[in-house]
C-alpha cells in the first residue's frame, strides 16, 4: 500500500478595505513589483501573471520552497489564498499575519506597502 499524502489547507487572507475593486487592482498591479523586497533572506523570486480582471495568480520562490498565491480584488476585501508546503504551513498563522499587515498598509495606506 503507497503512503497517503495529506496535503495542508490553504491559507485564507481577509484584507478589508473601501477603496472599491478598480482602485484595489490597480494598488496591487503597482504593489507586486515591491513583493520580493519584503520577502525574508533577500533572495526572493516573484512570478505573477493575472488569469482574469478580479485575479492576480504569484509564485514566490525563496531558499529552495515555492508558495502559490492568489489574491481576488473584490469591491471591500481582498481575499488571499497562500498554499503553503510542508513544513511552512506549521508557521502558517506568524505568514498570515504578516500578509495580512503589508495588504492593509498597501490597501489603506499610499498605496506603498514598507517592510
Do not use: F
Not at 32 to 50: E, M
Amino acid at each position: 500500500m503507497s503512503p497517503r499524502v495529506v496535503l495542508p489547507n490553504p491559507t485564507i487572507i481577509d484584507i478589508y478595505h473601501n477603496l472599491g475593486r478598480e482602485e484595489a487592482r490597480r494598488r496591487m498591479a503597482k504593489g507586486v513589483g515591491k513583493l520580493a523586497s519584503h520577502i525574508p533572506g533577500g533572495a526572493a523570486t516573484v512570478k505573477h501573471s493575472w488569469p482574469s480582471a478580479d485575479r492576480l495568480a504569484l509564485t514566490v520562490a525563496t531558499m529552495g520552497v515555492e508558495v502559490q498565491c492568489t489574491v481576488d480584488a473584490e469591491d471591500a476585501r481582498l481575499r488571499v489564498t497562500l498554499k503553503l508546503p510542508g513544513m511552512l504551513s506549521l508557521m502558517a498563522g506568524p505568514i498570515a499575519a504578516i500578509v495580512k499587515s503589508q495588504g492593509e498598509r498597501l490597501m489603506l495606506g499610499d498605496g506603498t506597502a514598507k517592510a
